[in-house]
């Protein structure tokens, strides 16, 4: 079975401050694919990005940037120099196998302060 | 592009009502999902389909049914509505197959059963 785990539940930092997200996830199989969204104050779900298992090359993408390691099961994410904007609701999601189902964790909620 | 849109956008019932919550999207997916948020919980799928006039159960599909008549919508329905299955339930949609794709996902309904 497939599961992920967001340790975090809430993590409350300072503007400007880095912060890392952690993502621990379990699965059998060999090709999968690992995500993050963002949900806002709105309730909206909003894509931040997809990664497959066969790629571990790190990810950036302006402030935002991913470390995938497959030894270790993890796909952590990190904001850095956090703004009030980023005050939301982020999910770590699995998927593989039949219907490309998502698996979610259970969210970190992040409150940046000004 | 109105991507995946949801009707009702908020409902309250009264234990044992039944209610049918519409998806429809526009972006000719071949995969759509039901999924309901609770607090602490992430997201839960609760059926899914891979395709038109097919239908599949998710994690949580106890309480629902749904029906995929036509490729743009995707139903979900409730019997016989429970205080338990008061949560806020998201549709989603995917290209399929094997692209594993991001969900694109709907504003939400919000159900509160009383």
């Known amino acids: 079975a497939q599961k992920v785990t967001q340790a975090q539940t809430e993590i409350s930092v300072v503007e400007k401050e880095d912060v890392t997200l952690d993502c621990v996830y379990e699965?059998?199989?060999?090709?999968?694919?690992l995500f993050w969204y963002k949900q806002p104050p709105s309730g909206e779900l909003v894509f931040l990005i997809r990664?497959?298992?066969?790629?571990?090359q790190n990810e950036i993408s302006g402030r935002y940037s991913w470390n995938f390691q497959k030894s270790t099961s993890s796909f952590n994410f990190t904001i850095t120099a956090s703004q009030v904007v980023d005050s939301a609701v982020y999910f770590c999601?699995?998927?593989?196998?039949?219907?490309?189902?998502?698996?979610f964790g259970a969210g970190t909620i992040l409150r940046v302060k000004s | 592009n109105a991507g995946v849109t949801q009707t009702p956008k908020f409902r309250v019932l009264k234990t044992g009502q039944s209610m049918t919550l519409l998806c429809a999207q526009d972006?000719?997916?071949?995969?759509m999902y039901w999924y309901r948020q609770d607090p602490g919980m992430g997201l839960r799928l609760i059926h899914y389909?891979?395709?038109?006039?097919?239908?599949a159960k998710g994690e949580v599909p106890d309480g629902y049914n749904v029906s995929r008549l036509k490729k743009q919508n995707f139903l979900l329905g409730l019997e016989s509505a429970a205080p338990s299955q008061t949560s806020v339930y998201f549709c989603?949609?995917?290209?399929?197959?094997?692209?594993?794709?991001?969900?694109?996902f709907g504003p939400g309904t919000r159900l509160t059963v009383l």
């Open positions: 989603a949609s995917t290209r399929g197959g094997r692209y594993y794709n991001e969900q694109f």
């Open positions: 699965t059998r199989d060999t090709t999968y694919y």
């Open positions: 990664r497959n298992s066969f790629d571990e």
């Open positions: 999601a699995l998927s593989g196998g039949y219907g490309n189902k998502l698996v």
């Open positions: 972006m000719n997916h071949e995969y």
């Open positions: 389909s891979v395709g038109e006039g097919t239908t």
